[in-house]
């Protein structure tokens, strides 16, 4: 099992910038894929990127396309979300999560791939 701590979050005015972060401990970081996922109130989870355990594959919702950027450092255990251009329909708890199998691509993202899921970090997005 892996264990996922999130950081990073906070409240900023459209059109700002934050970075999350996710440390993972607990089994062979470089081997999965990670993703970030997102949930408004009265929404359900969606995915927002997804990037393979070599970073050769990744994926993003067409909604943060050319905004968001996600990217891992391997050597460190960490898998980072760089938010740029934000919107109030950012607002969410963003959750970090590891795939449950190792060596995937990340062409197809489903939340139901993911096994092990941090506590999630509330980024709110003002106008």
């Known amino acids: 099992q892996v264990q996922l701590v999130e950081s990073g979050g906070g409240l900023v005015q459209a059109g700002g910038s934050l970075r999350l972060s996710c440390a993972a401990s607990?089994?062979?970081?470089?081997?999965?894929?990670m993703g970030w996922f997102r949930q408004a109130p009265g929404k359900e989870r969606e995915v927002v990127a997804a990037?393979?355990?070599?970073?050769?594959?990744?994926y993003y919702a067409d909604s943060v396309k050319g905004r968001f950027s996600i990217s891992r450092d391997n050597a460190k255990n960490t898998v980072y979300l760089q938010m740029n251009s934000l919107k109030p329909e950012d607002t969410a708890v963003y959750y970090c999560?590891?795939?449950?199998?190792?060596?995937?691509?990340?062409?197809?993202?489903?939340?139901?791939?993911?096994?092990?899921w941090g506590q999630g970090t509330q980024v709110t997005v003002s106008s």
């Open positions: 999560a590891a795939d449950s199998l190792p060596f995937r691509t990340v062409t197809k993202v489903t939340s139901s791939d993911f096994g092990s």
């Open positions: 607990g089994r062979t970081f470089s081997r999965y894929a």
């Open positions: 990037i393979s355990g070599s970073g050769g594959s990744i």
